[in-house]
């Protein structure tokens, strides 16, 4: 199960960290507010990518530790938060005792889980009583203008969009939490900008880990479909939004 996230997120990971390792910046300044970390908050970010979150926690003074189960993520991740507490592993089999952090935090991972109870039942166990947990993910497509982007390809290769999942849908993440134990404290949308300097970049980032066939067939699909989002500059912005959802793990009864 590793081994197949490695070989597809390792492969894509120094782009990701390149383009998009930024991305997901607004959600996680709203989760650090309504999460209240500051210094010496024990923070683990489940699926961290190539680490921007955990560099985050370090300037905060928090205790930050993280895991995903692509090998090149974690490198990147470790000399982007020397700090850091950074293992290979997924949502799935957390390899922390109970109840080690005051808050957990997945930035769009969680629908990449195998099992999304499995691993919500693992960052409960790994949250603290009383400790917080934050979900964010892709909202419905209807809200992205990536998602217009992955419309246009899929009509061109006469496919239908994936319809959205539960967590995409609003209350849906939420939802999760609550089925999952927790006590919601907080919701909510976040806008979500997404900026290429031009067509080249915009290419490498909504096409990465493509073969160089399937993008020389599908680019001009993808311009076409940018082309409203195109600024004078030249440029491409494309404005997308994600839900977040906010929850306490109950204290231990007394
Ligand atoms: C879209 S990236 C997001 C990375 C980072 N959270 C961010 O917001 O920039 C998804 C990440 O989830 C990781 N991932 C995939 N399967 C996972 C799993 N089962 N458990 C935890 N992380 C997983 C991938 O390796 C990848 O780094």
């Known amino acids: 199960m590793i081994d197949a996230e ?27 507010d309504a999460t209240g970390i500051g210094p010496g908050s024990r923070v683990l970010d489940v699926g961290c990518g190539s680490g921007e979150f955990l ?5 905060l003074g928090a205790e930050a530790a993280g895991i995903d189960p692509a090998r090149r993520m974690v490198e990147i991740a470790r000399a982007a938060a020397p700090a850091a507490d950074v293992r290979v592993g997924a ?23 195998e099992d ?3 691993a919500l039942a693992e ?7 009383g400790g917080l947990v934050a979900i964010v993910n892709w909202a ?28 995409r849908r609003e209350g849906g993440v939420a939802q999760l939490l609550a089925d999952g134990g927790f006590e919601v404290v907080s919701a909510g949308l976040v806008e979500m900008p997404w900026e290429a300097p031009d067509a080249k970049t915009l290419l490498r980032g909504v096409l990465m880990g493509e073969d160089a066939d399937i993008v020389s067939e599908i680019a001009p699909v993808v311009l076409a479909a940018a082309e409203s989002f195109r600024t004078e500059t030249g440029a491409y912005r494309l404005v997308n939004a994600f839900r977040y959802a906010v929850a306490r793990r109950p204290a231990a009864a007394r």
């Open 116 to 118: 999304t109870l499995d």
């Open 140 to 167: 419905e497509r209807d809200r992205n203008d990536l998602d217009a982007i992955d419309t246009a390809v899929a009509a061109a290769e006469g496919d239908e969009p994936t319809p959205d999942g539960e967590l």
């Open 123 to 129: 960052m409960h166990r790994v949250t603290a009583p």
């Open 6 to 32: 490695d070989s597809e997120w390792s492969a894509i990971a120094d782009v990701w960290a390149e383009l998009w390792g930024s991305f997901a910046d607004p959600s996680r300044g709203v989760v650090i």
């Open 55 to 59: 560099a985050m926690l370090g300037t």
């Open 91 to 113: 949502a799935e089999e957390l390899p922390w005792p109970d109840a080690s952090f005051d808050v957990v935090t997945a930035f769009n991972a969680l629908q990449f889980a």
